[in-house]
């Protein structure tokens, strides 16, 4: 985190796994033949590839921009500022998308009468749930950021977390005693 500034900006993750993936696939089909599954595969991390290369030809990087004038959001051509005198509250969350959990930034404003909530996946960008917090009560106060909206969050996690764990001790203890 700069003095002036805090950015947080999306990986190379995905990006680099399609380049892999695909470059796997011509590999395999050049070696070992083109059956269904390595033109399926081709096709598909290609695709993604294209649409990776076009996102950031034509508007750069996601990210996400924390200083003293508000939170700024750049994802694909969206380009919000929310001011600080806009924001009531921030939290960490964890959201569910598809099947999959990502950490969120949940803002949320005032546009006149009614509530407005903005979602920031912070899961694609490289930042962490501690940097992100610190710059919101940098620049924007101790009051905005929810920390009991945060820790419920992450205690539910965790929870799960436990959980999950002790399911896989369980089978295990079972199909070693068998």
């Known amino acids: 985190m700069n003095a002036d500034q805090y950015i947080a900006k999306e990986s190379f993750t995905a990006p680099i796994l399609c380049v892999v993936m695909t470059a796997w696939c011509v590999w395999a089909g050049c070696t070992e033949g083109w059956n269904i599954l390595t033109v399926g595969g081709l096709v598909f991390f290609a695709i993604g590839m294209i649409i990776y290369i076009f996102k950031y030809a034509k508007y750069g990087r996601s ?71 610190q710059a919101i009560e940098k620049f ?31 089978i295990f203890i079972i199909y070693s005693t068998l």
């Open 140 to 170: 924007g106060g101790t009051e905005i950021f929810d920390y009991e909206s945060s820790s419920q969050q992450n205690r539910y996690v965790a929870t799960i977390a436990i959980i999950a764990l002790l399911a896989v001790f369980v």
């Open 63 to 133: 990210a996400l921009i924390i200083d003293e004038a508000g939170i700024t959001i750049k994802d694909w051509r969206k380009n919000e500022i929310l001011h600080w005198a806009a924001i009531e509250k921030c939290d960490i969350s964890w959201r569910t998308a598809m099947g999959r959990y990502f950490r969120c930034l949940g803002i949320k404003t005032l546009a006149g009468k009614r509530e407005k909530f903005h979602d920031v996946r912070l899961s694609g960008k490289l930042c962490r749930n501690k940097s992100v917090r």
